[in-house]
């Protein structure tokens, strides 16, 4: 008869802001789009609109739209050797010895990482509006964590532990 067996590798993004922006980047292209056609292919005296002027607005509109998707871009992704965040700009890559405590508090909006020397990294990929989905996240990453640490010396309570 083996051993415990280890919990499975957790992968986490926040799905439901990744349709949300996939949404708005679809209406960013189509508004830019609509603008670019609408502009009038005449010239005057004032302003002189031409297809490269129409292309140009076309091409704003792709480059907003890539902008709102990068947004979503967050992910985390666990095993028992460590957590890997990915955040909107920053990249950690934790090993378990370094987080004392995986939280999501009842009024957050996403989860965080307790480390051991105080600092708290916030998971933008586990989102509470995904709802069944971020449970299963959250408990996914205790579970790892618990398994990572089961080892550990139990440590002597500090008086102002929270």
Request: charged letters at 20%.
């Amino acid at each position: 008869m083996s051993g415990p067996q280890a919990p499975a590798a957790v992968s986490i993004v926040p799905r439901r802001m990744r349709q949300l922006l996939t949404v708005l980047a679809v209406v960013v292209v189509l508004v830019m789009v609509l603008a670019a056609l609408s502009l009038p292919g005449t010239t005057n005296t004032v302003v002189d609109y031409g297809v490269v002027d129409q292309v140009a607005i076309a091409g704003l509109g792709v480059v907003l739209a890539a902008g709102v998707v990068f947004l979503g871009r967050s992910r985390i992704d666990a095993d028992a050797s460590g957590v890997r965040i990915r955040n909107l700009l920053i990249h950690h890559e934790l090993p378990w010895t370094a987080v004392r405590a995986v939280r999501f508090d009842e009024k957050s909006y996403w989860g965080s990482l307790l480390l051991e020397n105080g600092d708290e990294v916030s998971l933008l990929g586990l989102q509470a509006f995904d709802g069944e989905t971020a449970v299963r996240g959250v408990e996914g990453l205790r579970a790892l964590h618990a398994a990572a640490r089961a080892n550990d010396p139990v440590r002597p309570p500090l008086l102002y532990d929270d």
